[in-house]
Nanobody
């Protein structure tokens, strides 16, 4: 059973930065497809960024050039560096391990204008 715990959310002004962390236990992030998703109030959950086991990355068009997904295999942790944040980035951010479809509990990110 893989457990994912997200941390790093909070309140930030537009233009600011945050780094989210997703610590995994019970499974290795290096051999799973790890992704960050977000869900804003009244909207469907959407993919933000994904990191495959081969090392390739994909991003939603809305975050390209601003967000970066990375991982530290030694710490079994996946990160999402978010720069130039906008109010429309406000959402609950979730970490997901695709193999087994494991989700974290989510962390709130609020960007004020």
């Amino acid at each position: 059973q893989v457990q994912l715990v997200e941390t790093g959310g909070g309140l930030v002004q537009a233009g600011g930065s945050l780094r989210l962390s997703c610590a995994a236990s019970g499974g290795s992030v290096s051999i799973n497809v790890m992704g960050w998703y977000r869900q804003a109030p009244g909207k469907q959950r959407e993919l933000v960024a994904v990191f495959t086991s081969s090392g390739s990355t994909n991003y939603a068009d809305s975050v390209k050039g601003r967000f970066t997904i990375s991982r530290d295999n030694a710490k079994n942790t996946v990160y999402l560096q978010m720069n130039s944040l906008k109010p429309e980035d406000t959402a609950v951010y979730y970490c997901r391990a695709q193999f087994g479809n494991y989700w974290g509990q989510g962390t709130q990110v609020t960007v004020s204008s």
